[in-house]
């Protein structure tokens, strides 16, 4: 390995790193201080914001009691847990960078959703009598806040690690990453299950069985499914963008520590600095201008920019500073050309991404269109063509990031791995406005969900209501997308990381990994096969939790229709709270089978199986998770854009058979797309970095003198142990899906409106 | 590599096992004769059975016709492409053995479908006054001749091979495999398109839209389902349950001859020879008695029995056979050990998949009553609940799977992957019985369905016929799961003759393989994530052709009930015929696209990207293949038995909502359980089959003097634009998904009936 402890002059850079993620940090302060001056509205908009923030505060705050209990057990662990390289100190260092990258995984998401619950309101208010402009404006910069933080955050903590700890840095960073992941990948699943809890268990009883709107205030699960929207798309997003922000830039220094030493750890910062440069300027271009055709055209234009900025600078900083590169390594390009078309490779995919995304899933586009038509032939027809339209979005999605890694491989020559945590540095370059853009989705959805509730909002203003929520809707999907793309280019380069652990623990012992990495062993083959299959089992056990908890809310709704009669003739008010409450107490519980079973599943195949099938394990589940998580994100917006479309008023359009058609479709796709699909992002992540952590443990207990593998098996044995508890406690769960039968034993489910 | 000429005792022990094979045939005939021995029943009977008889025939003529120019393509192909070994003699009979696998296969469908649409109505006349023994034993007859076929035809394809060949058997039987299982895919992709688009067509006209009952003769679409139920789960199952068959011994004698000579190769076939004894003891044993329970008695009794006699049989042919192992190989246990264990944890892994099915697809059992139970919240959480209850069993289903590939690799020691050819053997000992199981459904399902349609049964036939096709249910549902366990341990085998191929290969190019089959390198992290993504595009695929067909039967149908008014009053009859042609046609077009992919998918990455990504695109394929294939089969078979729980009385039976919701998932289930899963098995093989294939001519012209890199980027992008245009072609017919607009355009769906 070259050297890498730093001289002064990377020490000087990365001094200015740290100052610059401190300014992205001011930046965002000043985006707060605009979005906050904006007006709030009718005292009815700021009663029911206030409902909503309150509700999403609570979970929050609940939500981080548990977790906070599960992430000391974690820190403990941690700090009995060998490190490759380095004392106890690099060991502390891990540990406590755990607990910062949890802290700050959780501060991104808990400020973003507390913005959040504030702009939309001012949304609400600035639309009032047409103001298109300033409603946008106000939606896209409480975006913009949580873009800002993500990038500040996600660098000081990085630049941090490097000033404090020199060479050991990447070691005490993949704490950093493992604890924003974990907290992101908790936060993901239970604001995931929270909000479709909320959705699905509102429609099925208000739109299907009472037959009243969407976002009525009758119906007691409204207030629920805002907060959801927030905990869910806006906290949970958030944290998961941080993540794949933060493990990006780890991954990216542990390869360029282990092929170029110093200056390969400065690079990834210096990349990530220009992003923050990058997504000032992005967030600034997108405010919408007079000749603007779409909703869309100031966001492309933010995002467009900020990639433009991106590149250009990013080709200054690979020419001035990477001819300092030592050469160590058997390169096939130039230092520069390597950094440079590397970045540039990930700036593409990030393009090519959202236009994929784009044709799978907007309502003007063929696929959308063809569903919008099976709709004529009933619900099993639309759900058919949603699913194969997954499937197959998935390959092309696939493709086009398999074709990135492959280019990245190609270019990298014997630095393959780290060209490959360069196209994953380039991707995020462009995070600020990745974030931004995506926050704006549950903002404006939220802001016409306060406007339709609180009643107080004009025609020109509820049409200006409408337009944002649909570009909301559509930027949401092109991020998800992006975010796929990014796990999988992180996960890759970390799973390189992997191999980078192993061999120094092995050569420590005085071994050599000789064939054991090999694809056609057999037991490696079962590896993959386990790997893939706990994606299947993670994606089964969040859409049942959802299945499960939606039950529950629809059970509650019913009780209130029955027991409060006057609800349907607004006489009586519903108790929002129970709703809330009831999605609370689900969401945490249910979130604890998925994700035990991500931490732990690669325990047990690690310390059971051995080093070769854990690599295999993680080949296994990247493959499969790329493809199932764009599957379950491009069919539920499939399914979400057909039912605007019939709703817009193709095939008989709202209250035709055609719509209650999609509207089935829409349902089933929502846990796909909101609480699966995005939660195998930081799942890969999560088992990634769980193998990186026990690699040296693994190896200690079955080479050389530690050798024991008694101990290993009953590590291995403890793990499986507890995944089958717990998925044995939450079976017991499952009486009640569907609802509580024993109120509607006699097949109608009408809930008799008064 | 050990000596592998056949001794002499070694020849006539072969000669042996071609003998026996003869007998499994001859026993074939003897069921023949028993079978169409029985009464054929009323002359509206034979009038309908004579219509399925037609319509099926007619199919796979037509569908024979079709492969056969694509099977002289090949044949062509096979002759050019270059061997490991053996000189051009072994090459021709490579090719020629090509075309004696896929005539075997194809034969092996056409026969067992004949008689199936033969012993159909034997089964319907034979119920006729609540004749319930002597129908049972004419539809498990039915399905005997067709098991025995099977094993019959597959052990005397490979008797025969060993015995012209001697040593390069190995290669030529490459071949055998490769015509088997590029046969059985087409068969079980062009059969499930055709059996789920008219299943799928005649529901949505007949019960959703024109409220009339399943199998009711007013329905245009009904003969044409019948065919469907023939020649998509009879002779596509058939064929494909013989190419796991042949592809599983012939990668059992690769692999042996790799490993121990010509002992290796000899054992198998003993394995299989007795095989066929145990299945006759089985079908014999299948006799239902006057103290069975259920009807489900005597199957496992069938099963269970000769089960017993394959464990005991090759018990004493590993202890008397196998001292004579050469031992060259570092194995840690005896050869016996190896060989027995082996065997019997194929077995043990047959047996328990049969369970773990059963759990989840009985209606008996909790999953299939939670989702039951969820068709009280509508659609939307039957759909929700089967998807999740089909993800969570696949990781079952892919754990016991792993579980015994892992098992066999540990008895294995350094001949590990013998021994998972050997526990794939292990699992077709029974596979005469299987066949068998399988055959009963759609032959009960056919025979109910002549009784209904002919009106010439009594009330107690009619019972036993219900009965018969619970049974059946059951049994096809148990057999997917089985036929995925051995498409899994085949591919892993077949895998592992790839490496065995790749390194002689190498090794007379004077090259060794390096770290190309490194788990870690990024380029194979590629070529996995491709190979998972070929599974999900395949299942998209198949399942869009079947929205795609279906909607051209709806459309058939309901101008047949506008066209002729007099068909809802039994005065006009339908045009059947039309129907019928409607599903040969789409099907034979639609099999195309998945059919190339799956053919050329191996051959893009293998000589575009290398051999590493090629073995990682395998291993992808395998792991998401295991996953996506019980997915499919069990959500599919939940729906299914969760209508008939509903249709039973639960939750306000036929009729109420909760049925409409039911049907829903049902009909969404078909094409998952009988067109895209059940294709799956061939698909792992057929890509693994043509990795092992092109081998060869991808080293020659990687390293060595022929190498040429112009020609693989060539040959790699040829077969890309081969699959894109297929693609294109098969998306410009999308157009017409979910019926002909023009004539619903107003939403309203309903045929008036006149």
Redesign the interface.
Same mark, same amino acid.
Request: net charge negative; hydrophobic share 50%; glycine share 12%.
């Given at each position: 390995m070259p050297d890498s402890s730093l001289s002064g002059g990377d020490l000087a850079l990365v001094a200015v790193v740290l100052v610059v993620s401190l300014a992205a940090l001011g930046f965002a302060a000043y985006l707060v201080r605009a979005v906050l001056a904006a007006d709030q509205g009718t005292a009815k908009m700021r009663d029911i914001a206030r409902a909503v923030q309150e509700g999403a505060a609570a979970y929050l705050r609940r939500q981080f009691r548990t977790l906070g209990v599960f992430a000391v057990i974690v820190f403990l662990l941690l700090l009995v847990l060998p490190v490759a390289e380095g004392g106890w100190e690099t060991r502390v260092g891990r540990a406590i960078f755990f607990l910062v990258g949890a802290l700050f995984s959780a501060s991104v998401g808990f400020i973003g959703m507390t913005l959040a619950t504030r702009g939309n309101v001012r949304v609400a208010a600035a639309a009032r009598g047409g103001g298109y402009q300033p409603s946008f404006r106000i939606a896209y910069r409480t975006g913009g806040v949580c873009g800002m933080i993500t990038v500040g955050l996600g660098l000081f903590g990085a630049a941090l690690a490097l000033l404090l700890f020199d060479d050991t840095a990447p070691i005490v960073l993949e704490g950093f990453g493992f604890g924003g992941a974990l907290l992101a990948m908790f936060m993901r699943v239970g604001g995931g299950i929270f909000t479709k809890a909320a959705d699905?268990g509102a429609d =099925?009883v208000g739109k299907?069985e009472a037959g009243i709107p969407e976002d009525d205030p009758r119906n007691a699960a409204t207030i629920a499914d805002n907060v959801g929207d927030n905990v869910g798309d806006c906290a949970g997003m958030a944290a998961d963008l941080f993540e794949s922000y933060a493990v990006t830039l780890v991954a990216a220094l542990i390869l360029g520590q282990v092929f170029f030493g110093s200056v390969g750890m400065v690079f990834p910062l210096l990349i990530a600095a220009i992003g923050v440069i990058a997504s000032v300027v992005g967030i600034l271009a997108s405010n919408p201008g007079k000749n603007d055709g779409s909703g869309m055209a100031p966001i492309n234009r933010g995002f467009f920019t900020s990639a433009a900025v991106s590149l250009v600078l990013v080709a200054a900083a690979s020419f001035i500073y990477l001819p300092s590169l030592s050469d160590g390594v058997d390169l096939s390009v130039s230092p520069q050309v390597l950094g440079f078309v590397s970045v540039f490779i990930g700036v593409v995919l990030a393009a090519a991404i959202q236009q994929l995304t784009g044709y799978f899933t907007e309502t003007s586009r063929k696929p959308v269109k063809?569903i919008g038509?099976?709709?004529?032939?009933?619900?099993?027809?639309v759900?058919?063509?949603g699913?194969?339209?997954? =499937?197959?979005s998935?390959?092309y999605a696939?493709?086009l990031?398999?074709?990135a890694?492959?280019g990245?491989?190609l270019i990298?020559g014997g630095a393959?791995?780290y060209a490959?945590a360069l196209a994953g540095c380039g991707l995020l370059t462009t995070a600020g406005v990745i974030v931004s853009m995506d926050t704006f989705g549950p903002v404006s959805d939220n802001a016409q969900g306060i406007a339709e509730m609180s009643g107080d909002i004009d025609e020109e203003g509820a049409r200006v209501l409408t337009d944002l929520d649909a570009v909301g809707n559509t930027t949401k999907a092109i991020t998800k997308g992006i975010a796929i793309a990014t796990a999988?280019l992180a996960a890759?380069a970390l799973?390189?990381s /992997?191999?980078a652990q192993i061999n120094v623990a092995l050569e420590e012992a005085g071994e050599t990994l000789g064939?054991a990495?090999? =694809?056609?062993?057999?037991?490696?083959?079962?590896g993959?096969?386990?790997?893939?299959?706990?994606v299947?089992?993670f994606?089964?056990?969040a859409?049942?939790a959802?299945?499960r908890a939606?039950?529950r809310v629809?059970f509650e709704v019913r009780e209130q229709f029955r027991t409060k009669p006057g609800i349907m003739d607004y006489s009586e008010r519903p108790d929002y709270s129970a709703v809330v409450d009831i999605c609370t107490k689900d969401s945490l519980r249910e979130l604890a089978t998925p994700g035990l079973l991500a931490v732990l599943a690669p325990v047990a195949v690690g310390f059971g =199986?051995g080093i070769?099938p854990l690599?295999?394990y993680l080949?296994?589940a990247?493959?499969?998770g790329?493809?199932m998580a764009v599957?379950l994100a491009n069919s539920g917006g499939a399914w979400d854009n057909a039912k605007k479309m019939v709703e817009d008023g193709a /095939?008989?359009?709202k209250g035709?058979?055609?719509?209650a058609a999609t509207v089935?479709g829409d349902?089933?796709g929502d846990?796909f797309k909101d609480t699966a699909g995005p939660a195998i992002n930081p799942l890969i992540k999560v088992m990634n970095l769980v193998a990186l952590l026990i690699a040296p443990a693994i190896v200690g207990l079955s080479v050389g003198e530690d050798a024991n593998t008694t101990a290993r098996v009953l590590i291995a044995l403890g793990a499986v142990a507890i995944i089958v508890a717990s998925v044995v406690v939450s079976k017991r769960r499952?009486v009640v899906?569907?609802?509580a039968?024993s109120t509607?034993?006699?097949?109608?489910?009408k809930v008799t409106a008064p």
């Amino acid at each position: 390995m070259p050297d890498s402890s730093l001289s002064g002059g990377d020490l000087a850079l990365v001094a200015v790193v740290l100052v610059v993620s401190l300014a992205a940090l001011g930046f965002a302060a000043y985006l707060v201080r605009a979005v906050l001056a904006a007006d709030q509205g009718t005292a009815k908009m700021r009663d029911i914001a206030r409902a909503v923030q309150e509700g999403a505060a609570a979970y929050l705050r609940r939500q981080f009691r548990t977790l906070g209990v599960f992430a000391v057990i974690v820190f403990l662990l941690l700090l009995v847990l060998p490190v490759a390289e380095g004392g106890w100190e690099t060991r502390v260092g891990r540990a406590i960078f755990f607990l910062v990258g949890a802290l700050f995984s959780a501060s991104v998401g808990f400020i973003g959703m507390t913005l959040a619950t504030r702009g939309n309101v001012r949304v609400a208010a600035a639309a009032r009598g047409g103001g298109y402009q300033p409603s946008f404006r106000i939606a896209y910069r409480t975006g913009g806040v949580c873009g800002m933080i993500t990038v500040g955050l996600g660098l000081f903590g990085a630049a941090l690690a490097l000033l404090l700890f020199d060479d050991t840095a990447p070691i005490v960073l993949e704490g950093f990453g493992f604890g924003g992941a974990l907290l992101a990948m908790f936060m993901r699943v239970g604001g995931g299950i929270f909000t479709k809890a909320a959705d699905v268990g509102a429609d =099925l009883v208000g739109k299907v069985e009472a037959g009243i709107p969407e976002d009525d205030p009758r119906n007691a699960a409204t207030i629920a499914d805002n907060v959801g929207d927030n905990v869910g798309d806006c906290a949970g997003m958030a944290a998961d963008l941080f993540e794949s922000y933060a493990v990006t830039l780890v991954a990216a220094l542990i390869l360029g520590q282990v092929f170029f030493g110093s200056v390969g750890m400065v690079f990834p910062l210096l990349i990530a600095a220009i992003g923050v440069i990058a997504s000032v300027v992005g967030i600034l271009a997108s405010n919408p201008g007079k000749n603007d055709g779409s909703g869309m055209a100031p966001i492309n234009r933010g995002f467009f920019t900020s990639a433009a900025v991106s590149l250009v600078l990013v080709a200054a900083a690979s020419f001035i500073y990477l001819p300092s590169l030592s050469d160590g390594v058997d390169l096939s390009v130039s230092p520069q050309v390597l950094g440079f078309v590397s970045v540039f490779i990930g700036v593409v995919l990030a393009a090519a991404i959202q236009q994929l995304t784009g044709y799978f899933t907007e309502t003007s586009r063929k696929p959308v269109k063809d569903i919008g038509r099976s709709s004529l032939t009933g619900p099993a027809t639309v759900i058919l063509s949603g699913i194969s339209l997954g =499937l197959e979005s998935a390959v092309y999605a696939a493709v086009l990031i398999g074709g990135a890694v492959y280019g990245a491989f190609l270019i990298g020559g014997g630095a393959a791995l780290y060209a490959v945590a360069l196209a994953g540095c380039g991707l995020l370059t462009t995070a600020g406005v990745i974030v931004s853009m995506d926050t704006f989705g549950p903002v404006s959805d939220n802001a016409q969900g306060i406007a339709e509730m609180s009643g107080d909002i004009d025609e020109e203003g509820a049409r200006v209501l409408t337009d944002l929520d649909a570009v909301g809707n559509t930027t949401k999907a092109i991020t998800k997308g992006i975010a796929i793309a990014t796990a999988v280019l992180a996960a890759t380069a970390l799973f390189g990381s /992997y191999n980078a652990q192993i061999n120094v623990a092995l050569e420590e012992a005085g071994e050599t990994l000789g064939d054991a990495f090999s =694809l056609v062993n057999p037991n490696n083959v079962v590896g993959a096969v386990v790997g893939a299959a706990v994606v299947f089992f993670f994606s089964g056990l969040a859409i049942s939790a959802v299945s499960r908890a939606a039950g529950r809310v629809v059970f509650e709704v019913r009780e209130q229709f029955r027991t409060k009669p006057g609800i349907m003739d607004y006489s009586e008010r519903p108790d929002y709270s129970a709703v809330v409450d009831i999605c609370t107490k689900d969401s945490l519980r249910e979130l604890a089978t998925p994700g035990l079973l991500a931490v732990l599943a690669p325990v047990a195949v690690g310390f059971g =199986l051995g080093i070769g099938p854990l690599a295999a394990y993680l080949v296994g589940a990247i493959a499969a998770g790329t493809l199932m998580a764009v599957f379950l994100a491009n069919s539920g917006g499939a399914w979400d854009n057909a039912k605007k479309m019939v709703e817009d008023g193709a /095939y008989g359009g709202k209250g035709s058979e055609a719509h209650a058609a999609t509207v089935i479709g829409d349902t089933v796709g929502d846990p796909f797309k909101d609480t699966a699909g995005p939660a195998i992002n930081p799942l890969i992540k999560v088992m990634n970095l769980v193998a990186l952590l026990i690699a040296p443990a693994i190896v200690g207990l079955s080479v050389g003198e530690d050798a024991n593998t008694t101990a290993r098996v009953l590590i291995a044995l403890g793990a499986v142990a507890i995944i089958v508890a717990s998925v044995v406690v939450s079976k017991r769960r499952s009486v009640v899906v569907g609802g509580a039968p024993s109120t509607a034993t006699d097949g109608t489910l009408k809930v008799t409106a008064p």
